[in-house]
């Protein structure tokens, strides 16, 4: 008997992204399921509605050139809306990058949601990043970091079915941390509010600096 076909590998589920090749992706479909009881407590009915499926996808950078973040949260990627950026660095690995988003079967959104062109850029492929906008001076550098870019997402359901209806984006930011070995100039740039700095020692290694910031971005109808 000859070997069943079964597909071997990933594909992207956003489209196209340059600098970037797909690793991994988890796809999960679910529904709810809304029942009636009767007096005693046995289900007598039952209707399965609102089919959500929820896209997170893994990718590696493929060059030491800087890859292209996807520029713009909460648009129609694919055909997926695009509700999550995270990004990591590391001195001793290429970057890594996972994106986050849904869509549904009934009244799937079109790319007329609420998004925003966030701006954030990565400088290189490979090696500890800072998205802070810090300044290393002579004494440290980027160990690692990470980067988030989010929008929250309000769905709604309506109608005789109970299936989606309608949806929308709302409240986006950006948080981001970076480590550096040894204490940089200055740590975060001015267009970030710092949340954290943190020094870290060890007997057994050097000085370890962390910041931590965050921002807001500000969506608008496309």
Do not use: C
């Not at 809306?81 to 690995?93: H, N, W």
């Not at 949601?113 to 980027?142: C, E, K, P, R």
């Amino acid at each position: 008997m000859a070997e069943p076909t079964i597909t071997f590998g990933t594909t992207t589920k956003f489209g196209s992204l340059t600098g970037w090749n797909p690793v991994g992706a988890t796809v999960t479909k679910t529904k709810t399921r809304a029942v009636a009881l009767n007096g005693i407590g046995n289900e007598v009915a039952s209707k399965v509605i609102n089919e959500i499926t929820e896209y997170s996808q893994e990718f590696v950078a493929n060059a030491t050139d800087a890859p292209t973040i996807p520029p713009t949260l909460g648009a129609l990627i694919g055909s997926v809306v695009l509700t999550g950026i995270r990004i990591s660095t590391s001195a001793t690995d290429f970057a890594k990058m996972t994106l986050t988003g849904h869509q549904h079967t009934t009244n799937a959104h079109a790319n007329t949601l609420n998004q925003v062109t966030h701006g954030i850029t990565i400088s290189s492929g490979f090696g500890g990043v800072d998205f802070l906008g810090g300044t290393a001076g002579d004494n440290a550098a980027v160990e690692s970091s990470t980067l988030n870019i989010q929008t929250g997402h309000t769905d709604a359901q309506a109608g005789a079915t109970g299936d989606h209806l309608i949806g929308q984006n709302h409240t986006a930011n950006a948080t981001a941390t970076t480590v550096w070995i040894g204490v940089p100039t200055d740590g975060i740039g001015d267009t970030w509010d710092e949340t954290d700095r943190r020094t870290t020692e060890s007997n057994t290694g050097h000085v370890r600096t962390t910041y931590t910031g965050a921002k807001s971005l500000t969506l608008a109808a496309p």
